[in-house]
């Protein structure tokens, strides 16, 4: 199956519309007629099928024949990413994050990040790409910070979580203590913490969390982690 | 910390050798000279700390100041997979899947797979590369097999268990029952099973196994799998 996005504001029920690169994707790539059905979401957790009803130069509108919602994972599980060196691993990071259904990813300039930019409109692509291939029905939101403390203060509330290699093993009783509260997830870059990110993480109250004997790359390690946690929640 | 790889036969108590590319890596990479302490794995499960005594081109000779053995997890973990057609996406479900502690890793032409070939010596290298990187003591054999037949027959014996989409969450807690046998684990290519291949595995027993609501990758399944059934063994 092949899953459409479109945005909020292009579902006017009981047609919606897909625009510029979905709906090329979806007439020249997949070869999509008038008369065929679509499988669209909003990005906000509902699923339409469709019937194209008219295709033209970068638009397709479609009549929404069914409609339904996602089950909601709670908690919510957001994952806090410092930037890592290579690309590709960066992307990879977050296409799992996307994957694995995390609600909310947070990339942030670690003091040992080597790498300083990020182009936000790859990581984006790489975000709904990731969401359309997974089959999910939410957008996850994705940002960069300046630093860990902004990063920090725009992950709102819930329960702080720091993958952590010195972590004892018994910690992993923290996924098992289901409530409504968020997970906050941190993966630090390659680099590790600085002394002043630990000392900040340390103030925030971040419980250590173990990922296991073997020493995980960032990217590993946060496709790990959301996984356990989201998991254990649904 | 940086960890080298020595073959079993160049370990000659109380000297070992790091040979080719290790040696090179060491000497002219991270520059270490006589007198400095390294880190060398037989990948067989021993860890020796040794003291450089001897340095050429393409080769480095030490002293084991001392060796400790890595506790190892039971049952093995054993990860079957199908080909997937793009590279990056290969190396990057066996670079994972050692990383958490594959203990062999089977890759299949499955009947859907596009790909059919692949660039072995490559894929050894992601092994030995994400072995050191993780700090494991133990390198996981990695070999390609003509089909999945012949790849269920090496596998040898323990329990078969399929991701699948379709499958219950239920059957989660095939997890959670500890024996000493091997999981032995299975994740098809992007284009699934065919009718043959499922008949064979249903023949040879596997249990269905759901990841969660999201369509994953295979790269993706391959390193959830591999990392929720050596975890909770550990």
């Not at 099928?49 to 957001?78: C, D, F, N, W, Y």
């Not at 999910?136 to 819930?158: E, F, H, I, M, W």
């Not at 509260?181 to 250590?208: C, M, N, T, Y």
Request: net charge neutral; glycine share 8%; aromatic share 4%.
């Amino acid at each position: 199956m092949n899953l459409f996005y479109a945005k909020p504001e292009h579902i006017h029920r009981p047609l919606l519309q897909l625009e510029g690169g979905e709906a090329d994707h979806a007439l020249k790539v997949l070869r999509y007629r008038k008369g065929d059905e679509i499988h669209v979401t909003d990005g906000e957790g509902i699923h339409y099928t469709a019937q194209i009803t008219e295709t033209g130069k970068g638009h397709l509108i479609a009549e929404i024949t069914e409609e339904r919602s996602a089950a909601e994972h709670k908690p919510k599980v957001i994952i806090l990413i410092g930037l890592i060196r290579k690309r590709d691993r960066l992307e990879y990071a977050v296409e799992k994050c996307v994957e694995l259904g995390a609600d909310r990813i947070l990339l942030f300039r670690g003091d040992h990040s080597e790498k300083q930019n990020v182009r936000m409109d790859r990581i984006e692509a790489t975000v709904l790409s990731a969401m359309k291939q997974s089959l999910r029905l939410t957008l996850p939101d994705c940002q960069l910070y300046q630093n860990l403390s902004d990063a920090l203060k725009a992950s709102g509330k819930g329960k702080l979580i720091m993958a952590d290699e010195t972590a004892d093993d018994q910690q992993q009783k923290i996924t098992e203590s289901p409530s409504n509260e968020a997970f906050r997830l941190i993966v630090g870059p390659e680099g590790g913490f600085s002394r002043q990110e630990r000392d900040l993480l340390d103030q925030a109250g971040a419980a250590a969390y173990s990922l296991g004997l073997n020493r995980l790359r960032t990217e590993t390690a946060a496709a790990v982690m959301v996984d356990r946690f989201t998991r254990t929640q649904r």
